[in-house]
């Protein structure tokens, strides 16, 4: 059974809904997983745009979830119903919170990548998409990805 990500409000590759955009409450999405990776002590979740014009932008980092969880509500970040022990690292926005599609122009992809990791970080509530990466080398027992598509109606 492969490790899998998935959304009760989008389908993989699926247009986002804009309850979790810019456009409408800005909540984070509820996720849910399973077949998580046998030996995993936590999990971490970066959601990013590859599309943004400046590269990639971070809208969304969260570590150290506990492997007995399996899901996230809706608006988990927002409404600080995140795991207990869970952190939420810094977003391109300099928040420590998720924040949704806000695309400049066009539909732009936002992948939700969710890693079992075989160790556990020490808080930070100043952890980048770059510093989680570095810490998580040679600790990635497993990943799986979800993404959504965005497009403002302007």
């Given at each position: 059974m492969k490790f899998e990500l998935i959304s009760p409000a989008f389908e993989n590759e699926g247009m986002i809904p804009v309850r979790f955009t810019c456009d409408g409450e800005n909540i984070s999405p509820p996720l849910k997983w399973n077949n998580i990776p046998e030996g995993a002590r936590s999990l971490a979740l970066i959601n990013d745009d590859p599309d943004a014009p400046i590269g990639d932008w971070v809208h969304w980092i969260l570590y150290n979830i506990p492997p007995g969880i399996d899901s996230l509500p809706e608006g988990a970040s927002n409404?600080?119903?995140?795991?207990?022990?869970?952190?939420?690292?810094?977003?391109?926005?300099?928040?420590?919170?998720?924040?949704?599609?806000?695309?400049?122009?066009?539909?732009?992809?936002?992948?939700?990548?969710?890693?079992?990791?075989?160790?556990?970080?020490?808080?930070?509530?100043?952890?980048?998409?770059?510093?989680?990466?570095?810490?998580?080398?040679?600790?990635?027992?497993?990943e799986a990805v979800l993404m959504g598509k965005y497009k403002r109606a302007r």
């Open positions: 409404k600080k119903q995140i795991p207990s022990n869970s952190v939420e690292g810094l977003n391109d926005w300099g928040l420590n919170s998720y924040g949704g599609p806000c695309p400049p122009s066009g539909i732009h992809r936002y992948y939700f990548k969710l890693y079992a990791l075989d160790t556990v970080f020490t808080a930070d509530n100043k952890m980048t998409k770059k510093k989680l990466l570095a810490l998580m080398k040679g600790h990635i027992l497993g």
